[in-house]
């Protein structure tokens, strides 16, 4: 990917996405709009919505602005279960060797869940392992879906996981595998891992076997600090992770590679509510907020992050994911109002 700018505005690939996308992709825009930062928005179809209007999930005009300007804004595509084209996310992650998925997860005051203070970040390794997509069939009524582990792969994610911790002042970081049973797979991940860890002596090193660590992170979340692991334990766990702090609707998320980043949140088309005002866009905001940090704008996405977190804890405007009967346009209103109040005491105060 090569990063462009025209006009002094840099320019990023904005995606709508299907289903409630296009609701919650606008959500963030205005959003990241009301902070002053206005990126030159090159908007791009693709999913389901590109198929149906152009024949192709994942147009050319898609690929050659990513191409260019080396980071998205992305609302999620509709991939069908067994049928149909393959995951265009999947496709984007390997295309583009974002290789890193990045889903920070945190309690927030005024979503009510049965746990408190929950403070981790999931990072999953996200362009091999079973979604490198080779199945086949041996005979009819045997398939075979094979699962590609590199030390490669498996090395280059432990570094991003330790390197973030470091970054961030994170305490640890936990492996999570099935190692006692996928011993070559798994067993080469967490070979990796270790040898990774050696090089980060003030990060402490911890492994969990996958089925304990789901049933740890349903007893004692604040066991955890930073957790890497491989695609398909990442995919699920984070959903997992998601339900802790208040559900789909409030986790954000990133896919970093060396050379670009798309950012998303979490969850996927929601087509039970998709075109009623419905979904809560506070998962596309603070992917937004990720967003900002990227393009170098760490105040704007602090704002943005203290407007969301001031919004949640009153209580008064939340969407009915989160118990409440606001729309999505209710509560990107309240976001902004937020932010033009902390815009304007911080001028009352200069
Ligand atoms: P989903 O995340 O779309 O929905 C699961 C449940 O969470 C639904 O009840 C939905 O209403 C609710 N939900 C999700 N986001 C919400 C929000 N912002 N506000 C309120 N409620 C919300 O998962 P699914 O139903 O398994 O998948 C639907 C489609 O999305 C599938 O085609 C799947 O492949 C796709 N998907 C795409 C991505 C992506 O593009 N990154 C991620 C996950 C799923």
Redesign the pocket.
């Known amino acids: 990917m090569k990063k462009a700018s025209a006009d002094g505005a840099r320019m990023v690939t904005l995606i709508p ?5 296009p609701e ?1 992709i606008a959500a963030a825009v205005a959003v990241i709009e009301q902070t002053g930062v206005k990126p030159r928005w090159d908007t791009q179809i693709a ?2 919505t590109a198929f149906k209007r152009v024949g192709n999930p994942v147009p050319d005009a898609l690929l050659r602005s990513l191409r260019q300007t080396g980071v998205a804004l ?8 067994g049928e149909g084209y393959r ?3 999947v496709y984007l992650r390997k295309t583009f060797n974002l290789y890193a998925n990045l889903r920070p997860v945190h309690s927030f005051q005024g979503v009510h869940t049965p746990f408190r203070n929950v403070d981790l970040v999931v990072i999953r390794e996200s362009t091999e392992d079973l979604y490198a997509g080779i199945e086949h069939e041996i005979t009819p009524g045997v398939v075979e879906s094979i699962k590609v582990i590199t030390a490669r792969a498996s090395r280059r994610i432990a570094r991003f996981a330790f390197e973030y911790a470091r970054r961030e002042g994170r305490q640890f970081v936990t492996a999570i595998h099935k190692a006692n049973i996928m011993k070559l797979s798994d067993g080469l991940f967490l070979k990796c891992a270790r040898e990774v860890s050696a090089g980060f002596a003030e990060i402490r090193y911890e492994e969990q076997i996958v089925d304990a660590a789901c049933m740890r992170l349903v007893t004692d979340p604040q066991a955890f600090d930073v957790l890497l692991l491989e695609n398909l334990y990442g ?1 699920i766990v984070s ?1 997992l992770c998601a339900g802790l702090v208040g ?4 986790v954000p ?1 990133a896919n970093y590679g060396d050379k670009g980043a798309i950012f ?11 075109g009623k005002g ?7 905001i603070l992917s937004g907020a990720m967003l900002l940090d990227y393009l170098g704008h760490p105040r704007e996405a602090k704002r943005i992050r203290a407007a969301t977190g001031e919004v949640l804890q009153s209580g008064g405007t939340l ?4 118990g409440g009967i606001a729309t ?1 346009q209710q509560m990107t209103d309240a976001v902004i109002a937020s932010l033009r109040t902390t815009a304007s005491s911080a001028a009352d105060h200069a």
Do not use: C, F, W, Y
């Not at 992305?74 to 279960?81: A, F, H, Q, S």
């Not at 559900?247 to 409030?250: C, S």
């Open positions: 996405g299907d289903g409630i996308g919650v999913g389901m992305k609302g999620p595509l509709e991939t069908r279960v995951s265009i996310n995919d959903d559900g789909l609707g409030v998320g998303e949140a979490i969850h996927g088309t929601a087509p039970d509510i998709a419905l979904a809560n866009p506070i998962a596309a969407t009915r994911d989160l999505t």
